[in-house]
């Protein structure tokens, strides 16, 4: 059974940094792209960014508003991805998802998702505050 | 501002038939990238409902199905229960952001 645990989350304050982890089991881990998308209190969904898979480059994406705040990294002999975010704002409060991207296909020379996100954790509660 | 747009709010009786449109550009939809819809009950994570425009994942009921046309992505709920109430997103990825995108949702109420 597929399975995917986000942990770390918790009270920070503005200006701080906090570190995400995304624990799967239950499918060879190194070989999906992970995402990860956050949901505002009451708001609707918002795409972070992925990292591919080893077989379709490894590299990540961003969404550009979080680019340069937000990093993307993975362990696949611990079957874990992480989210580093660093100078934390007030509205970075929000409840944290790292998804499993069902699939990927190359174009072109460059590799996209394919699929959706087929399988999410419970999330895990971000809230930036002083 | 989403990049796909969707109503934010649908409503109907039990046992109608409802649909939430996804309306995106030539970066997303439009380039033959496909829509994915998921469904949101309250207080859970989403759930992947609707993916490569109009594939169910196993367990998914017969009562929901997506298409594609253009644009735009359409996800029909047929014979609408009071367990149907929840929120529901559409995706797809753009070419210009280099990544995925989302709908800004719509709620679903049965009256």
């Known amino acids: 059974e597929v399975q995917l645990v986000e942990s770390g989350g918790g009270l920070v304050q503005p200006g701080r940094s906090l570190r995400l982890s995304c624990t799967a089991s239950?499918?060879?881990?190194?070989?999906?792209?992970m995402s990860w998308v956050r949901q505002a209190p009451g708001k609707g969904l918002e795409w972070i960014g992925f990292?591919?898979?080893?077989?379709?480059?490894?590299?990540?994406e961003y969404a550009a508003s979080l680019k340069g705040r937000f990093t993307i990294s993975r362990d696949d002999s611990k079957s874990i991805a992480y989210l580093q975010m660093n100078s934390l704002k007030t509205e970075d409060t929000a409840v944290y998802y790292c998804?499993?991207?069902?699939?990927?296909?190359?174009?072109?020379?460059?590799?996209?998702?394919?699929?959706?996100?087929?399988?999410w954790g419970p999330g895990t509660l971000v809230t930036v505050s002083s | 501002q989403s990049v796909l747009t969707q109503p934010p709010s649908v409503s109907g009786a039990p046992g109608q038939r409802v649909t939430i449109s996804c309306t995106g550009s030539s970066s997303n939809i439009g380039a033959g990238f496909d829509v994915h819809w998921y469904q949101q009950l309250p207080g859970t994570a989403p759930k992947l409902l609707i993916y490569g425009n109009s594939n169910r994942p196993s367990g998914v009921p017969d009562r929901f199905s997506g298409s594609k046309s253009g644009t735009s992505g359409s996800l029909a709920i047929a014979g609408l229960q009071a367990e149907d109430e929840a929120d529901y997103y559409c995706?797809?990825?753009?070419?210009?952001?280099?990544?995925?995108?989302f709908g800004s949702g719509t709620r679903v109420t049965v009256l």
């Open positions: 995706q797809s990825y753009d070419i210009i952001l280099s990544g995925y995108v």
């Open positions: 239950g499918f060879t881990f190194g070989d999906y792209a």
């Open positions: 998804p499993r991207v069902a699939s990927e296909f190359c174009r072109g020379g460059v590799c996209y998702p394919r699929g959706g996100n087929d399988y």
């Open positions: 990292t591919r898979s080893k077989a379709y480059g490894g590299t990540t």
